[in-house]
């Protein structure tokens, strides 16, 4: 009978391992991808205005812009 019990234990402790594992792999991919991001997107910023990207986005913001004034207005 006691073994059938610690059998039982250590099998709900093997449940709760697993599920403490998942919820630490969790917790490390968001701070690693919140990381990833913030890293990224100053990056990504620099190298669209370096390489010229900076150029198109002027008339393609200036063409939303237009879109959404007569959006607004219509």
Known sequence: MLEI???ILAVWLFFKAIGLAFKI???????????????AVPVFILLAI???GFLLLIPIALIAGAAGLLKACS
């Open 5 to 7: 019990i610690f059998t």
């Open 25 to 39: 792999t969790w917790g490390a991919a968001k701070i690693v991808a919140t990381v990833l991001l913030a890293i």
């Open 50 to 52: 370096f390489t010229g």
